[in-house]
Structures are given as structure tokens and as C-alpha cells.
């Protein structure tokens, strides 16, 4: 069993790289990959620890792209070398992008009551602060009952403190990975059709972009999910990944390696990735 969706503190987790790595060899994973939100510093962290334990990690990115007009995300994996110079240099610029938009967040939340500074979500957030950040002082500070609370109220895209940021768009997501020596995938697919739209309405515009892979085993996906995409992958000749989507207990449901009890991500999607990379 495998587990190549997962996310450290350095990102929106809650399990540092250490402990991300700890967690797996007690779940008996044959093979981790970490795939934290435009940073690869829980990677870099993680991994002189897995090489020490004898445990398999792969690289990987979780990237925050803009798709017809709406936020999409894309996987990345660097399965026969590190990402480039140039790719590690691209996400440094994302960053500063991020930070900018947690500035007007931080401003807009205080202009609706909600005293919540920019150091606080920066000292919860480490090399990435973002919006669960920001929800989890929320819920701390007694201005909403729960995350899910904090992002339907005021974090999520429609809602009223919404702050938007500049993102690269799919098609320059998806190049950016490939040029920096990585596969693209597309994770928890069962999330991208909105507004009465079909996943096959989609695919050609992701297609054409240089989409290789599609994450067919999530933890949002039921066994009818799974089968759909499979299909799918087949029908466009895309790559299959896996995983948990797992941010320790951020998602206390979600379980490292089986997900919501749903999930069983056989090391043959890994060998095959490589193959096919």
C-alpha cells in the first residue's frame, strides 16, 4: 500500500515532515509521497528521514492554478530526478503571491470584527500560510464553531471575506511541472465540474493543456468514483495516481495510506508512473 497525497506542516498539515514519516512506517506504507501546497520544504525535510528508515518518498507539488476563471488545483510529481533550479525559483514567486493576498485577507477579516493579525497565521503557517490557517484561528478564537464553518462563511471562494490571488492558470501550472522535470496530474477530480458542467466538458480544455495523469484513488472518491476514473484515464490515455489527501488532523476522518476507510493505493500505480514518466 501507498500513500502519494499528503501534506506537512509546511503546508496546511498538522504532522511535521518527522512525524509525517514516523506515521508511515507505523502505517506500513511501502512508499510516501508528499505532495505540500507550492512548497517543496516538507519534502526537502522529510527526506535525508526517510532515506535514514528505509522508507520510499516521492516528490511532489500540490499547485494552486486558475481554470475558467476558478481555482484548480494540479498535482506534480519529479519520479526520476529533483525538480529544477528554475521550477524551485517559479514557486518562491508564487509565494510572494500568497503572502500579498494574506495581507488584504488578514485586513478584510478585521474590517468584519474578526481580530486575526498576519504574524498569528504566519506563526500557525510556517513556509506556506494560507486559508485553513487563517480558519484555524477562527475556530480557536471562538468566531465560528469549525473550519468547514470558517471556509463557508468567510474563506471559500464565494464567500463574503473571500480574498482572491493571482495564480498561474492550468495550462501554465501543467508546463511549469513538465518543463521542471514532473508529471502533472490532476487530484480529487470528482471536484472540478461545477455549475451543472460534465467532467467530460472539462477534459479537453485539461487535455490540451499537457495533463499526463489523473488521481483516480482519493479519499472523496467512492468505488464507483474510482471505476468512472479509470475509465477515463484509459479513454485519454492519462497516467493513474493515488492517495489519502491526508493533513493529519486538520482531517481527522482521513487516514494516512486508507483515506476514509475507503482507500487501498497498491505500489503497482507507482511503478507504473515511473514507467509511463
Same mark, same amino acid.
Given at each position: 500500500?501507498?500513500?502519494?497525497?499528503?501534506?506537512?506542516?509546511?503546508?496546511?498539515?498538522?504532522?511535521?515532515?518527522?512525524?509525517?514519516?514516523?506515521? *508511515?512506517?507505523?502505517?506500513?506504507?511501502?512508499?510516501?509521497?508528499?505532495?505540500?501546497?507550492?512548497?517543496?520544504?516538507?519534502?526537502?525535510?522529510?527526506?535525508?528521514?526517510?532515506?535514514?528508515?528505509?522508507?520510499?518518498?516521492?516528490?511532489?507539488?500540490?499547485?494552486?492554478?486558475?481554470?475558467?476563471?476558478?481555482?484548480?488545483?494540479?498535482?506534480?510529481?519529479?519520479?526520476h530526478q529533483?525538480?529544477?533550479?528554475?521550477?524551485?525559483?517559479?514557486?518562491?514567486?508564487?509565494?510572494?503571491?500568497?503572502?500579498?493576498?494574506?495581507?488584504?485577507?488578514?485586513?478584510?477579516?478585521?474590517?468584519?470584527?474578526?481580530?486575526?493579525?498576519?504574524?498569528?497565521?504566519? *506563526?500557525?503557517?510556517?513556509?506556506?500560510?494560507?486559508?485553513?490557517?487563517?480558519?484555524?484561528?477562527?475556530?480557536?478564537?471562538?468566531?465560528?464553531?469549525?473550519?468547514?464553518?470558517?471556509?463557508?462563511?468567510?474563506?471559500?471562494?464565494?464567500?463574503?471575506?473571500?480574498?482572491?490571488?493571482?495564480?498561474?492558470?492550468?495550462?501554465?501550472?501543467?508546463?511549469?511541472i513538465r518543463?521542471?522535470?514532473?508529471?502533472?496530474?490532476?487530484?480529487?477530480?470528482?471536484?472540478?465540474?461545477?455549475?451543472?458542467?460534465?467532467?467530460?466538458?472539462?477534459?479537453?480544455?485539461?487535455?490540451?493543456?499537457?495533463?499526463?495523469?489523473?488521481?483516480?484513488?482519493?479519499?472523496?472518491?467512492?468505488?464507483?468514483?474510482?471505476?468512472?476514473?479509470?475509465?477515463?484515464?484509459?479513454?485519454?490515455?492519462?497516467?493513474?495516481?493515488?492517495?489519502?489527501?491526508?493533513?493529519?488532523?486538520?482531517?481527522?476522518?482521513?487516514?494516512?495510506?486508507?483515506?476514509?476507510?475507503?482507500?487501498?493505493?497498491?505500489?503497482?500505480?507507482?511503478?507504473?508512473?515511473r514507467n509511463? *514518466?
Amino acid at each position: 500500500m501507498i500513500d502519494l497525497h499528503t501534506h506537512t506542516d509546511e503546508s496546511d498539515g498538522t504532522y511535521t515532515p518527522a512525524q509525517l514519516i514516523e506515521e *508511515a512506517l507505523s502505517s506500513k506504507l511501502e512508499a510516501l509521497g508528499i505532495t505540500d501546497h507550492d512548497t517543496l520544504a516538507g519534502y526537502d525535510a522529510a527526506l535525508p528521514l526517510a532515506q535514514a528508515a528505509g522508507l520510499e518518498l516521492v516528490c511532489g507539488i500540490e499547485l494552486s492554478t486558475k481554470l475558467r476563471g476558478r481555482s484548480v488545483h494540479l498535482l506534480g510529481y519529479f519520479l526520476h530526478q529533483p525538480p529544477s533550479q528554475a521550477f524551485r525559483d517559479w514557486l518562491r514567486e508564487s509565494q510572494l503571491s500568497r503572502r500579498d493576498r494574506n495581507v488584504r485577507l488578514a485586513a478584510k477579516l478585521r474590517s468584519m470584527g474578526i481580530e486575526i493579525s498576519l504574524e498569528e497565521v504566519e *506563526a500557525r503557517g510556517k513556509s506556506l500560510a494560507g486559508r485553513p490557517h487563517f480558519a484555524q484561528l477562527m475556530v480557536e478564537k471562538g468566531y465560528v464553531k469549525d473550519t468547514r464553518q470558517a471556509f463557508d462563511d468567510y474563506l471559500d471562494e464565494s464567500a463574503k471575506a473571500y480574498v482572491d490571488r493571482s495564480e498561474p492558470t492550468f495550462r501554465e501550472g501543467v508546463q511549469r511541472i513538465r518543463e521542471g522535470g514532473g508529471l502533472p496530474s490532476l487530484p480529487h477530480p470528482i471536484r472540478v465540474p461545477r455549475n451543472g458542467e460534465a467532467f467530460e466538458d472539462v477534459m479537453p480544455e485539461m487535455l490540451d493543456a499537457g495533463l499526463q495523469a489523473i488521481e483516480a484513488y482519493h479519499s472523496d472518491h467512492s468505488p464507483d468514483d474510482e471505476r468512472f476514473f479509470e475509465i477515463q484515464a484509459k479513454r485519454y490515455n492519462l497516467a493513474i495516481t493515488g492517495g489519502s489527501d491526508f493533513h493529519g488532523d486538520l482531517k481527522p476522518h482521513i487516514k494516512l495510506g486508507t483515506g476514509a476507510g475507503n482507500l487501498c493505493v497498491p505500489h503497482t500505480v507507482l511503478d507504473r508512473l515511473r514507467n509511463g *514518466a
